[in-house]
């Protein structure tokens, strides 16, 4: 007989500490929260958590890694074989120190017998901080499908990863939603630019370049080779299946608009980008969750209305680094409809692609009315029925060209 189990994950409520201390009684093991061989045997420093100066002898207060934070203790910096804990330590009590006297000439005093408790409170949660952010971007990494890294950055504030979101590589459909619609043919070119490959079967033209550059005008569908075809992984016409090519950087944004994505490297412009994915549902269920959504000032519904309006792609809890990326009303990245192994026209992937070149460092944005070639302005919106009508969300992408709200 065949079981059907069903797996729900669900946060933990045993703190950190908690679940140390219950590892060591039973012996066991959990990398996840530092318990392994190494920290079973032997102290290795976490962080440190304070300072104080005694007799002359400086001495900072240890959290140990893998023991709960009843185990930390005072050791002399003699015995201390951690420079860049020390490091964080010394920087993170200056930036509290900074901020508190902001707009004034900091003077940092090297002969401090004792940090004030807030002084102290701050630099152990920038420690956890740290740890968690690291912890997160591990986690990130183990589960995307493509070879570029994502990386996590937070100098702004004590902000630690989002704690109900899902790292998803594609889709993921509401029931009795079928992102995959059993396609069985491929092309047989042995050179696709050339021949009648997959665009031509649907009428259109291949969307991309010998130099696998974008080549289309938006509002155009690109219909890119499936796992049905006859050419292999190097044919010039799979680009978006093969994932983020570049590697970003998820990081806290200084003036109030949440968690953006930067890139690491020079982007050319007309280059894929990254997928925006998420749930698929249907449009009424996006229209219940977008009213809780505009109420948050949250805006993660992305409609795929290339041929229909039956649709709706919900980032919020469900995403990859698309879920990150901030609007702006002057982006550098645009959108596109994709099909590959689905050609159901009412459910596109959804592909965003640079409008020009993007240097390395650079915060990665999109229009959020972006629909193809179409852009929904504040006017038209004004348009829509009663039912459709939301609370407006300020933007604040700061262009020239800035409408005011983002929907």
Partial sequence: ?????????????????TLQELCRKENLRCKSIGITNRSLKSYEVEYLCDYKVEEGTEYYLVKWKGWPESSNTWEPQKNLKCPLLLENFLSDKNEFLSR???????????????????????????????????????????????????????????EGPPLDFYYINEYKPAPGINVINGITTGCECADCPAEKCCPKEAGFILAYNKRKKLK?????????????????????????????????????????????????QKIKTN??????????????????????????????????????DEFTVDAARYGNVSHFVNHSCDPNLQVFNVFIDNLDLRLPRIALFSTRTIKAGEELTFDYQMKGSIDLTSDS?????????????????????CRGYLN
């Avoid at 007989?1 to 500490?17: H, M, N």
């Avoid at 902001?102 to 956890?128: C, F, M, Q, S």
């Avoid at 044919?235 to 690491?264: A, D, E, H």
Wanted: charged fraction near 25%; aromatic fraction near 8%; charge should be positive.
């Fill in 1 to 17: 007989t065949d079981f059907l189990i069903v797996a729900w994950y669900v946060p933990c409520l045993a703190s950190l500490e």
């Fill in 100 to 158: 508190v006297r902001e707009g004034k000439a900091l003077k940092v005093r090297n002969h401090v017998k004792a940090l004030k408790p807030a002084v102290a409170d701050y630099i152990v949660k920038k420690a956890k901080q740290r740890i968690a952010l690291q912890r997160w971007k591990e986690e990130l990494n183990r589960k995307k499908n493509h070879k570029a890294m994502i990386l996590v950055e937070n100098t702004v504030d004590l």
């Fill in 216 to 264: 289309i005008q938006p509002g155009l569908p690109i219909y890119e080779c499936n796992s049905f075809c006859r050419c292999g992984p190097d044919c010039p016409n799979r680009i978006v299946q093969k994932g983020t090519p570049y590697s970003l950087c998820i990081f806290r944004t200084n003036n109030g608009r949440g968690w953006g994505v930067k890139t690491l």
């Fill in 271 to 308: 280059s894929f980008v990254m997928e925006y994915v998420g749930e698929v549902i249907t449009s009424e269920e996006a229209e219940r969750r977008g009213q809780l959504y505009d109420n948050q000032g949250n805006t993660y519904l992305f409609d795929l209305d290339y041929d229909s």
């Fill in 381 to 401: 919106a004004d348009g829509l029925s009663p039912s459709k009508k939301r609370i407006r969300t300020v933007c604040k992408c700061g262009a020239v060209c």
